[in-house]
């Protein structure tokens, strides 16, 4: 069970990579998928929108937060193409 700061961390993670999908992406879908083991928390997001423009990069708004988020619990973020459109967002942190 996921608790504490660290839940509204996720929560807040979750809320910002939805709002740029609805803000940005252009999509028609998003999946959400959450999962745990004993020693890690991860989110993956992906959307099938108009993706990340590899060109730019962005180092303030909503991605850097998430980020942020993830490195002050000692954890990593990044994010990809989809297949075959989109962007994929991975988060992930430590218990």
């Given at each position: 069970?996921?608790?504490?700061?660290?839940?509204?961390?996720?929560?807040?993670?979750?809320r910002e990579a939805?709002?740029?999908?609805?803000?940005?992406?252009?999509?028609?879908?998003?999946?959400?998928?959450?999962?745990?083991?004993?020693?890690?928390?991860?989110?993956?997001?992906?959307?099938?929108?108009?993706?990340?423009?590899?060109?730019?990069?962005?180092?303030?708004?909503?991605?850097?937060?998430?980020?942020?988020?993830?490195?002050?619990?000692?954890?990593?973020?990044?994010?990809?193409?989809?297949?075959?459109?989109?962007?994929?967002?991975?988060?992930?942190?430590?218990?």
């Amino acid at each position: 069970m996921v608790t504490g700061e660290l839940r509204t961390t996720l929560v807040a993670v979750v809320r910002e990579a939805l709002s740029n999908v609805a803000r940005h992406a252009h999509a028609h879908a998003c999946t959400v998928d959450v999962g745990a083991d004993p020693s890690e928390l991860r989110l993956q997001v992906t959307d099938d929108g108009v993706g990340i423009d590899a060109g730019i990069a962005p180092v303030t708004g909503g991605l850097a937060t998430m980020g942020s988020r993830a490195h002050q619990h000692g954890g990593s973020f990044g994010w990809s193409s989809a297949s075959p459109s989109g962007t994929r967002l991975d988060w992930s942190v430590p218990f």
